[in-house]
T-cell receptor, first 110, second 112 residues
Framework: TQLLEQSPQFLSIQEGENLTVYCNSS?????LQWYRQEPGEGPVLLVT?????EVKKLKRLTFQFGDARKDSSLHITAAQPGDTGLYLC??????????FGKGTLLTVNP | DTAVSQTPKYLVTQMGNDKSIKCEQN?????MYWYKQDSKKFLKIMFS???????INETVPNRFSPKSPDKAHLNLHINSLELGDSAVYFC???????????FGPGTRLLVL
C-alpha cells in the first residue's frame, strides 16, 4: 500500500512557467519533508513542514502543509532549467520510518 | 568533507555472488538507514539502526544483512545476488530517527 501519492509523476515544462506538485495521503504525518534528487546523486532536503496549514518559502519554491497534516504541495514560480530533478515528498510518523512518495520527475526546458 | 559516504559507487557482479556495501557518516548522527531505489525511482526503506540497534527491518529477503560496528558505520552485505537486486542503494543518516535524512551518493548495483 502506497501511503503517499505524488502527482504528477512526470512534468516537462518550458522555462518561466509555474508548476505545482502534490503529495496526498489518507494518513496523518507528524511532519512532511520535501527532497530534490539530481541524476547520479542522493536526495537532498529542501524543507520540512510541521504545523498544519504551514507555508514555507525557499526563493521561488513555496511549500504548504495541509490543515489536517495529510497532504502537501510544492509550487515553483518561473521555473528554471536548474530546477530540473526528481522531487520527493516524505512523511514522518511516530514509528521512526520516513515514507517516501514515488516522486515527480521535473524537466524544465530552456 | 563528505557527510555520508558510500563505497563502492558502482558494483557490477554476477548472479550468485556475495557482495558488501559500506557506509560511513561523520555528522555525529545516532540513526542510519539503507534504502533501495528501483528503476522507477521509488525509494524504499530497508533497514534502520539507532545507536547500533536495529529499529526498522522491512520485508527484505534474509540474503540482505546489515551490520553496524559503531554508530558512524552501517554496512550492507548481500548473499547470493539475484537479477532483481539490481538497483541504487542509498545510505542515509539522521540525528533523530525519522527526521531529516542526509543521503550518501548511492551505490549502483548491477547483477548480471
Amino acid at each position: 500500500t502506497q501511503l503517499l501519492e505524488q502527482s504528477p509523476q512526470f512534468l516537462s515544462i518550458q522555462e518561466g512557467e509555474n508548476l505545482t506538485v502534490y503529495c496526498n495521503s489518507s494518513s496523518v504525518f507528524s511532519s512532511l519533508q520535501w527532497y530534490r534528487q539530481e541524476p547520479g546523486e542522493g536526495p537532498v532536503l529542501l524543507v520540512t513542514v510541521v504545523t498544519g496549514g504551514e507555508v514555507k518559502k525557499l526563493k521561488r519554491l513555496t511549500f504548504q502543509f495541509g490543515d489536517a497534516r495529510k497532504d502537501s504541495s510544492l509550487h515553483i514560480t518561473a521555473a528554471q532549467p536548474g530546477d530540473t530533478g526528481l522531487y520527493l515528498c516524505a512523511g514522518a510518523r511516530s514509528n521512526y520510518k520516513l515514507t517516501f512518495g514515488k516522486g515527480t520527475l521535473l524537466t524544465v526546458n530552456p | 568533507d563528505t557527510a555520508v559516504s558510500q563505497t563502492p559507487k558502482y558494483l557490477v557482479t554476477q548472479m550468485g555472488n556475495d557482495k558488501s556495501i559500506k557506509c560511513e557518516q561523520n555528522l555525529g548522527h545516532d540513526t542510519m538507514y539503507w534504502y533501495k531505489q528501483d528503476s522507477k525511482k521509488f525509494l524504499k526503506i530497508m533497514f534502520s539502526y539507532n545507536n547500533k540497534e536495529l529499529i526498522i527491518n522491512e520485508t527484505v529477503p534474509n540474503r540482505f544483512s546489515p551490520k553496524s560496528p559503531d554508530k558512524a558505520h552501517l554496512n550492507l552485505h548481500i548473499n547470493s545476488l539475484e537479477l532483481g537486486d539490481s538497483a541504487v542503494y542509498f545510505c542515509a543518516s539522521s540525528q533523530i530517527a525519522g527526521e531529516t535524512q542526509y543521503f550518501g551518493p548511492g551505490t549502483r548495483l548491477l547483477v548480471l
